[in-house]
């Protein structure tokens, strides 16, 4: 009975890549005549590659002997062979081919057979992207009858493979109401090296993002035209989202925004492609302003006791409308200060508008410093102040030191 259950037999070969046969070369002085056997014995060696003697790497590509190592993304490609190895025909014949996940059972190939004569075979190549990570198995099973009385016998074959995890992705979030920045850290977690094809961000419906990740000045990425990654290397990419006031308006108090995902691509070393994504990213963005401020045009350097002006567009994004009248805040003690009258009444502001705001200012203090805070007053709602502290930063260069280095730029000039 054990030999009737063996009637059909089922082979199956994973299809790969080949790999370059390499060999541990063994090297003699010249001189010597061990030197000149070992060199004599390597030539001979079928790993050994023409016109480079003690080479590691070969010429000649072998096979894996087993499933190998599969990793997440990949596509997993099997040749699976169901031949009668018996002299009886087998009838009501019923092959099937299944990969069990850790979530699921997906068929990768049914079909039935009236008969299937003496040495008569059914070959079939199966492909899957692989999803999931953990432990998988590949199930090839064969059902059919056999004999006058009609036997029912079944044929089994069960290869189990494991999942690996290619790449270790992270990310960050930073930023405010309308501008986040997305951090993506990529660390290759194979144990051999990988070339990036595709590294994209695809944002969110309604989201526009910025691809930090290019030199501006030539339109290169900062990493060059090398996309290769070593073992544990690890790469950063920077994207800006920007956030509209829309949508802002639309995400619920406290509640993450879904800002996009990661697409990657990638290929490994005789061609192998990769592709993962990742899920939906999520941060939390806060809320929306009644009255926001944004800074349109400020010097990022200027002297010391200088006189420059500073650009700002004021958003009403609250229902009603407002007539705001400016407050400079002259702080005691800070780098920067504002130059002008307080208290000036500006145009009567409708929701959902915006009005420009020119302010000059004047730097006291050498080194980074911040702009003096700033307050608009609604006149129309109870006198409700609006405080803006953190408005931007300029280098205030002191004058000394600037005209110290034209003279040094002066100097190398000459």
């Known amino acids: 009975m054990a030999a009737e259950k063996q009637l059909l037999g089922i082979k199956v070969m994973r299809i790969t890549k080949p790999s370059l046969m390499t060999s541990v070369p063994v090297m003699g002085e010249p001189w010597d005549m061990l030197g000149k056997l070992l060199e004599e014995e390597s030539s001979k060696d079928v790993c050994s590659t023409r016109n480079l003697p003690f080479f590691s790497v070969g010429e000649t590509l072998t096979l894996p002997q087993n499933f ?8 997993f490609s099997s040749f ?15 092959m099937k ?19 299937m004569d003496p040495e008569a075979y059914e070959d079939k190549l199966v492909n899957y992207e692989v999803k999931e990570l953990g432990d998988h198995s590949l199930n090839c ?17 069960i290869f189990k493979f494991c999942v690996s995890k290619p790449l270790d992705v992270k990310t960050r979030f930073a930023g405010d109401r309308g501008n986040v920045l997305l951090e993506v850290q990529i660390q290759n977690a194979m144990p051999h090296s990988m070339h990036l094809d595709v590294v994209n961000f695809d944002p969110a419906a309604g989201l526009s993002y910025i691809n930090c990740n290019t030199m501006s000045s030539c339109d290169r990425p900062v ?15 920077v994207y800006s989202i920007s956030v509209p006031a829309s949508v ?17 691509v990638w290929r490994t070393k005789l061609g192998e492609r990769g592709r993962i994504q990742t899920g939906q990213l999520k941060t939390t963005i806060p809320p929306l302003l009644e009255l926001a401020l944004t800074v349109l045009k400020c010097p990022g350097t200027v002297h010391m006791e200088q006189t420059f002006s500073v650009i700002c567009l004021a958003t009403n994004n609250s229902g009603h409308s407002m007539r705001l009248k400016m407050v400079l805040d002259r702080v005691a003690g800070g780098g920067v200060v504002w130059s002008g009258v307080s208290g000036k009444i500006l145009n009567e502001l409708a929701s959902k508008q915006s009005t420009q705001i020119t302010l000059m200012a004047l730097s006291v203090l050498p080194g980074l410093q911040s ?8 006149m129309q709602d109870n006198q409700r102040r609006y405080n803006f502290s953190d408005i931007g930063q300029v280098f205030v260069e002191h004058v000394q030191a600037a005209s110290v280095n034209r003279t040094h730029e002066q100097s190398a000039l000459s």
């Open 68 to 75: 190998g190592t599969i990793f997440l993304g990949e596509t």
């Open 80 to 94: 699976v062979s169901f031949l009668n190895e018996n002299q009886e025909i087998l009838r009501d014949v019923v």
């Open 371 to 378: 702009l003096a805070p700033l307050c608009l007053v609604d």
């Open 97 to 115: 081919v299944e990969l069990i996940t850790p979530a699921n059972r997906v068929s990768l190939f049914d079909k039935n057979i009236p008969h």
């Open 248 to 264: 802002q308006a639309s995400i619920p108090p406290g509640k993450p925004k879904t800002v996009g995902k990661m697409d990657i």
């Open 223 to 237: 990493f060059g035209d090398d996309g290769t990654l070593a073992p544990k290397a690890i790469r950063q990419y």
């Open 141 to 157: 099973t064969a059902a059919y009858t056999v004999g006058a009385n009609g036997l029912e016998l079944v044929s089994r074959k």
